[in-house]
């Protein structure tokens, strides 16, 4: 298996525009994470799903930020409008059941200038 | 609130070298530990993973300890090689609020030198 894929791996743009990550989960696995790394941070859960179903989103950090997963195999996190504040690199993470080992895509690092 | 915290933040070893990494926590109850390893602009990749009830844990030159009594966990490298140069971080996955949220440390960077 290739692993958890993630797209594009770097994304530079301009506060105010709309920003979309994707992610290609391990083929079976149920669950999907959506991660933010900062130095500042550390790692922080945005949302996850169950069988595309989104479970919790209590990370999300603004109603600019939303993740769809319209099928087993993909999901997009979005921003829009993106701000400076936004930079940091997103990870994509997939699970097969309950409690199981997350593997973790290569990430996307996010620069908003 | 649930804390997972790490020492030291950064540690410089040389090659061949032992070193001992910390975790002390504060979540519980808790289902698992687990110890992740991060390269540079890489994701996370699990180690070891240890339930409440074991002690320790191994993974080639990584050993893993716990002892819940003191909420405390230790990752031990055996004979560092240079490629073991990267951030470790601690994972405590609390039974409440869902197995799938993870509470994760600032990690350990951790430098070997030859």
């Known amino acids: 298996d290739a692993g958890v894929i993630q797209s594009p791996r770097h994304e530079v743009t301009e506060m105010g525009q709309e920003v979309t990550l994707r992610c290609k989960p391990i083929s079976g696995h149920d669950y999907l994470f959506w991660y933010r790394q900062t130095m500042m941070r550390g790692l922080e859960l945005l949302i996850y799903f169950n069988n595309n179903v989104p479970i919790d989103d209590s990370g999300m950090p603004e109603d600019r930020f939303s993740a769809k997963m319209p099928n087993a195999s993909f999901s997009t996190l979005k921003i829009q409008p993106s701000e400076p504040r936004d930079s940091a690199v997103y990870f994509c993470?997939?699970?097969?059941?309950?409690?199981?080992?997350?593997?973790f895509g290569p990430g996307t690092r996010l620069t908003v200038l | 609130k649930n804390q997972v915290e790490q020492s030291p933040q950064s540690l410089i070893i040389l090659e061949g070298k032992n070193c001992t990494l910390q975790?002390?926590?504060?979540?519980?109850?808790?289902?698992?530990l687990r110890w992740y390893k991060q390269d540079t602009g890489r994701g996370p990749v699990s180690l070891t993973i240890?339930?409440?009830?074991?002690n320790t844990k191994s993974n080639g030159r990584y050993t893993a300890t716990l002892d819940a009594d003191t909420k405390q966990s230790s990752l031990h490298i055996t004979a560092s090689q240079l490629s073991d140069s990267a951030s470790y971080i601690c994972?405590?996955?609390?039974?409440?609020?869902?197995?799938?949220?993870?509470?994760f440390g600032a990690g350990t960077r951790l430098a070997v030198h030859p």
């Open positions: 994972v405590v996955s609390p039974l409440s609020g869902g197995y799938n949220k993870l509470i």
């Open positions: 240890m339930t409440f009830s074991e």
């Open positions: 975790c002390n926590y504060t979540v519980s109850p808790f289902s698992n």
């Open positions: 993470a997939s699970s097969a059941g309950v409690g199981d080992t997350q593997y």
